[in-house]
């Protein structure tokens, strides 16, 4: 079965440069969701989106921005990073904009390296 | 503030023996509770969920145990295996028509010793 798709898997930035993340939804889950976890810690919610329009927004820095396409596929992108947004950068997806009731799948995650 | 509380930090139980973790809330709203499992550099993994109008879930070897009035929930692993060693996460959400996120517990680390 299809699952929730990252890319890229790993990435490694300097200091004030901009990064992308790409996620790619199960076929049919219009809902999707942004998490960030540093090294040891738990996911934090970062911002989603329910048909193409931000839906909720959690602890996201002005520094990002994301947006969710026709697609359904969606884009978070960084600028100026700093060495602590070093972390593990997950997209998780759920259908018809609910979790209780639906599982929320995650992807498998992206590494993102600030240096 | 942390809205979801977990415990043990980390946990470590012979093969065989059963895992407890627990975790408390604040938020009487909320009203789904999943468990996951996460490998390292993986993603977390639903391994089971409880709403709170039920005081217990069996999924194989996993239980959910629920206790509305003490706002607490706690996910009981029966007969362990070095395969279960991860970390796991409770989480709760709200309830709504439009997407919600989850709020995670901070995590309990696993070991399975063989």
């Known amino acids: 079965a299809a699952g929730v798709i990252q890319s890229p898997r790993h990435l490694i930035k300097e200091k004030r440069e901009t990064a992308t993340l790409k996620c790619y939804p199960i076929p049919r889950h219009d809902t999707v969701y942004w998490y960030q976890q540093g090294p040891g810690q738990d996911p934090q919610f970062l911002i989603s989106?329910?048909?193409?329009?931000?839906?909720d927004k959690g602890s996201i820095p002005d520094r990002f921005s994301a947006q969710q396409f026709s697609d359904y596929h969606s884009e978070l992108n960084m600028s100026s990073l700093e060495l602590g947004d070093s972390a593990l950068y997950f997209c998780?997806?759920?259908?018809?904009?609910?979790?209780?009731?639906?599982?929320?799948?995650f992807g498998e995650g992206s590494w993102l390296t600030v240096v | 503030q942390q809205q979801v509380k977990q415990s043990p930090q980390s946990l470590i139980v012979q093969k065989g023996g059963i895992s407890i973790i627990n975790c408390a809330y604040e938020?009487?709203?909320?009203?789904?509770f999943p468990w996951y499992q996460q490998f390292p550099g993986k993603g977390p993994a639903l391994l089971i969920a409880i709403r709170p109008d039920v005081s217990e879930k069996k999924e194989g070897r996993f239980t959910i145990s629920f206790n509305k009035s003490a706002k607490q929930f706690s996910l009981h692993i029966m007969d362990s295996q070095p395969g279960d060693s991860a970390t796991y996460f409770c989480?709760?959400?709200?309830?709504?028509?439009?997407?919600?996120?989850?709020?995670f517990g901070s995590g309990t680390q696993l070991t399975v010793l063989p």
């Open positions: 989106f329910y048909e193409k329009m931000q839906s």
């Open positions: 998780a997806s759920t259908p018809n904009g609910r979790i209780s009731g639906n599982t929320i799948y």
């Open positions: 938020n009487t709203a909320f009203d789904y």
């Open positions: 989480a709760a959400s709200l309830p709504g028509g439009s997407a919600r996120q989850l709020t």
